[in-house]
């Protein structure tokens, strides 16, 4: 399992640790994932995703999944996330 955050792209960044001394050390700053089940109105049901925190907020600020995914580049969704994506997006011209 990557450590990617499936709707944002979000990913390890490298970086230093510093001692007092000044002395540099490579290390890596990993996202805040965690796995949670968010609900599709439009859907119907809930949605296993491996996101990060902020993401989370995002989607939070949003109003949802459906409005957060319609909103989101392609590029940056996972092949899961693409998948709901197109999935939310039949069931609402469905709906119209």
């Given at each position: 399992m990557s450590r990617r955050c499936e709707l944002t792209?979000?990913?390890p960044m490298t970086g230093n640790n510093v001692s007092?001394?000044?002395?540099?050390?490579?290390?890596?700053?990993l996202p805040n994932l965690n796995d949670v089940t968010?609900?599709?109105e439009v859907l119907g049901?809930?949605?296993k995703l491996?996101?990060?925190?902020a993401a989370l907020r995002s989607v939070d600020h949003r109003g949802g999944l459906d409005a957060f995914l319609a909103k989101a580049k392609d590029e940056e969704l996972s092949a899961t996330a693409l998948k709901v994506k197109k999935e939310i997006?039949?069931?609402?011209?469905a709906q119209a």
């Open positions: 792209g979000k990913g007092h001394a000044n002395n540099k050390t490579k290390r890596r700053f968010l609900q599709s049901r809930g949605i491996r996101i990060s925190a997006a039949k069931a609402q011209a």
